[in-house]
């Protein structure tokens, strides 16, 4: 969704772009600071990158409006449109990271790659974020870590996955879809898989291998 806020919101923060013919580069700056913070209930620090230049138009009674394309926080843009009564007379687009103040999950401990986590494992502080970070601990609690995370870091989704739920060498339970018929048997696996992820299986007693998709209770599904 895309978020529109007409020029009138800066006369609060005593901005007026309202101009006959031209913009200063450095009040569209504060204009975009302005329109930033109105779309955000904490705190933001907006980096901006690129310059901003002036803006001269030849006809009166332009004003401008501001949207962001795309998301609020992280790198995104800011568009700035200016137009007045009868057309658009032109458009804007200024790339900015936006970083926000939001209370976030820390760990309280070094973890490893490998490493389960749970409620224990964590702290909540105040903290500029940028989007990556994950801020509901719900999505954390029993994921792995993919690689070592140290005392006080955010976490990111990129940090984990899903915990194993079958390892090398256990012996799953295999189900084999055709059509709408399932041939249920036993086999080993040749890899640990978390649920979602691929698993080769060797089936009991034969020498054939299979690849299925493992699921949270532990089963390989194949559908041919």
Same mark, same amino acid.
């Given at each position: 969704?895309?978020?529109?806020?007409?020029?009138?919101?800066?006369?609060?923060?005593?901005?007026?772009?309202?101009?006959?013919?031209?913009?200063?580069?450095?009040?569209?700056?504060?204009?975009?600071?302005?329109?930033?913070?109105?779309?955000?209930?904490?705190?933001?620090?907006?980096?901006?990158?690129?310059?901003?230049?002036?803006?001269?138009?030849?006809?009166?009674?332009?004003?401008?409006?501001?949207?962001?394309?795309?998301?609020?926080?992280?790198?995104?843009?800011?568009?700035?449109?200016?137009?007045?009564?009868?057309?658009?007379?032109?458009?804007?687009?200024?790339? #900015? /990271?936006?970083? *926000?103040? &939001?209370?976030?999950?820390?760990?309280? !401990?070094?973890?490893?790659?490998?490493?389960?986590? @749970? %409620?224990?494992?964590?702290?909540?502080?105040?903290?500029?974020?940028?989007?990556?970070?994950?801020?509901?601990?719900?999505?954390?609690?029993?994921?792995?870590?993919?690689?070592?995370?140290?005392?006080?870091?955010?976490?990111?989704?990129?940090?984990?996955?899903?915990?194993?739920?079958?390892?090398?060498?256990?012996? #799953? /339970?295999?189900? *084999?879809? &055709?059509?709408?018929?399932?041939?249920? !048997?036993?086999?080993?696996?040749?890899?640990?898989? @978390? %649920?979602?992820?691929?698993?080769?299986?060797?089936?009991?007693?034969?020498?054939?291998?299979?690849?299925?998709?493992?699921?949270?209770?532990?089963?390989?599904?194949?559908?041919?």
């Amino acid at each position: 969704m895309k978020y529109i806020t007409n020029i009138l919101i800066f006369l609060l923060v005593s901005l007026n772009l309202f101009a006959a013919s031209s913009f200063s580069g450095d009040r569209l700056r504060e204009a975009c600071l302005a329109f930033v913070e109105s779309q955000h209930q904490s705190g933001v620090k907006v980096d901006f990158l690129t310059k901003i230049y002036d803006q001269k138009f030849d006809v009166t009674g332009v004003e401008a409006s501001f949207q962001f394309k795309g998301a609020k926080q992280g790198h995104t843009s800011i568009i700035i449109l200016f137009k007045n009564s009868t057309s658009i007379q032109k458009t804007l687009e200024v790339p #900015v /990271k936006v970083s *926000v103040f &939001s209370k976030v999950p820390v760990l309280i !401990s070094n973890k490893q790659q490998g490493d389960i986590i @749970s %409620s224990k494992d964590l702290a909540y502080v105040e903290m500029l974020i940028n989007g990556n970070e994950i801020t509901d601990p719900s999505q954390l609690i029993g994921k792995e870590f993919k690689v070592p995370v140290r005392k006080g870091d955010a976490i990111q989704f990129n940090m984990l996955k899903e915990q194993k739920i079958i390892d090398k060498g256990d012996q #799953v /339970k295999l189900k *084999v879809y &055709s059509g709408k018929i399932m041939i249920s !048997s036993m086999g080993k696996a040749m890899n640990e898989a @978390s %649920s979602g992820e691929t698993v080769r299986v060797k089936r009991t007693g034969g020498n054939g291998i299979v690849q299925g998709i493992a699921y949270p209770d532990g089963s390989v599904v194949v559908r041919n």
